[in-house]
T-cell receptor, first 110, second 117 residues
């Protein structure tokens, strides 16, 4: 029962360009969406979030967009930097638990 | 603030043995979560505590799994009669609900990797 899906297991972009990571969800009860970043041998760390009452949230180089009607959210990183290379997990919360997607491995090439 | 700590970081055991993992959350956090992550997958929810009360358990948490948070501080996750399918990274996370900060943000530990031979 995959309620949160990240259909691209990997993404490779050139340094300085935009990275766009996508996520789809199925449960309309989710009301809060988050992106986590994970480096090897570390736990996921919170990156940015968005409430279901908004359609955009920006924090420096990171912007999350939410399209509720399509049950879709995306994370834009611009400009991408080599240090952004990591696995990015999309997460959705509601009813006191949080569901994660399978992750997208982002590689930013110098 | 020392963050969420988990112990041990890696456990290798033989099938049929019992294992126990410990999680120490961020001290002022009232919620504690356990997740399991296998290769190529995102974290899967197992259970969570609000203070010492276990409020929700996933159907993934079979009767061989038990979690406790006796005093509302640290938590333990025990797996009895381990099976090879239990091999995974077990992640603990904590959050503060009802306080300031980003609602729903979980702070994760580095995880405890279990290998069942």
């Amino acid at each position: 029962d995959q309620q949160v899906k990240q259909n691209s297991p990997s993404l490779s972009v050139q340094e300085g360009r935009i990275s766009i990571l996508n996520c789809d969800y199925t449960n309309s009860m989710f009301d809060y969406f988050l992106w986590y970043k994970k480096y090897p041998a570390e736990g996921p760390t919170f990156l940015i979030s968005i409430s279901s009452i908004k359609d955009k949230n920006e924090d420096g180089r990171f912007t999350v967009f939410l399209n509720k009607s399509a049950k879709h959210l995306s994370l834009h990183i611009v400009p991408s930097q080599p240090g952004d290379s990591a696995v990015y997990f999309c997460a959705a919360s509601g009813n006191n638990d949080m569901r994660f997607g399978a992750g997208t491995r982002l590689t930013v090439k110098p | 603030d020392t963050g969420v700590s988990q112990d041990p970081r890696h456990k290798i055991t033989k099938r049929g043995q019992n294992v126990t993992f410990r999680c120490d959350p961020i001290s002022e956090h009232n919620r504690l979560y356990w997740y399991r992550q296998t290769l190529g997958q995102g974290p899967e929810f197992l259970t969570y505590f609000q203070n010492e009360a276990q409020l929700e358990k996933s159907r993934l948490l079979s009767d061989r799994f038990s979690a406790e948070r006796p005093k509302g501080s640290f938590s333990t996750l025990e797996i009895q009669r381990t099976e090879q399918g239990d091999s995974a990274m077990y992640l603990c996370a904590s959050s503060l609900v009802g306080g300031t900060g980003v609602f729903g943000e979980l702070f994760f530990g580095e995880g405890s990797r279990l290998t069942v031979l």
